[in-house]
């Protein structure tokens, strides 16, 4: 379900030609497509900007594919004459699609009672620089900003602050326990049904490297701390304020 709202999100906005489906894409590209990640199916393999270049949707990575399915070129692509870069705006959208197939009940989440904005963050319970963005976390929801967050523990699944994570998502009261971590104060440790390694897992599809990393509302990623200010005008861009 996924993937189909990507695809249709990708072509609404014109990304993706209409034509994805069709015959305009040859054989040869199909098959090697459907090859090309073992066990896994592309979303879309549709005519690229450029002529004889085709591209390949596999969630929200972006390739491209020779007409004979020999040769791959991973990198952007610039429209000069719109000075726009089409392959950033085809990951940007598949990003923000990307994370709102998340279940937000498996986020952390801290809302103001009127929605302006809402960014998504990656966030490690031992990193000081998103220590520093939650102690702002109120001057950005009084300014209408709602902050989802992501577990992404920068040591990887499993390990010692995964398993914090864990305990942090699994309290009685997550918000608390997330607050109380970002100030030095262990969760006591707990296990449940989480989605820590589900959140990891996407972060590093997103290509993730570090925290915090900030996913806006039009998909644009910001790797690491933003000041509240500058957050704030920035979430309004993205939601087209």
């Known amino acids: 379900m996924a993937r189909a709202r990507l695809i249709l999100t990708l072509l609404a906005a014109g990304w993706l030609p209409a034509t994805w489906a069709d015959a305009t894409v040859p054989e040869a590209v199909r098959a090697a497509a459907a090859g090309l990640i ?15 270049l085709f591209a390949v949707v596999y969630g929200p990575q972006l390739l491209y594919m020779s007409g004979d399915g020999r040769y791959i070129l991973n990198g952007d692509i610039i429209d000069v004459q719109a000075m726009e870069n089409v392959t950033e705006t085809g990951r940007k959208q598949a990003r923000a699609n990307a994370v709102d197939s998340l279940d937000e009940q498996g986020m952390i989440v801290f809302a103001p009672a009127r929605v302006s904005s809402t960014i998504t963050v990656f966030t490690d319970v031992t990193c000081p620089y998103c220590a520093q963005l939650h102690r702002e976390v109120a001057e950005l929801n009084a300014s209408g900003v709602k902050v989802r967050y992501l577990a992404f523990p920068r040591s990887g699944v499993p390990s010692p602050i995964y398993d914090q994570m864990v305990s942090v998502w699994c309290a009685d009261d997550p918000r608390q326990a997330l607050t109380e971590a970002k100030a030095g104060r262990q969760a ?3 296990q449940c049904a989480n989605p820590v390694a589900e959140h990891f897992a996407m972060g590093q599809s997103l290509g993730v490297q570090g925290t915090p990393t900030i996913i806006l509302q039009d998909g644009t990623l910001l790797g690491g701390y933003v000041p509240q200010h500058e957050l704030i ?6 939601a087209g304020g």
């Open 233 to 238: 005008k920035l979430a309004a861009q993205a």
């Open 188 to 190: 006591p440790p707990k």
């Open 38 to 52: 073992p066990g896994a199916v592309p979303d879309s393999v549709a005519p690229s900007p450029i002529p004889g």
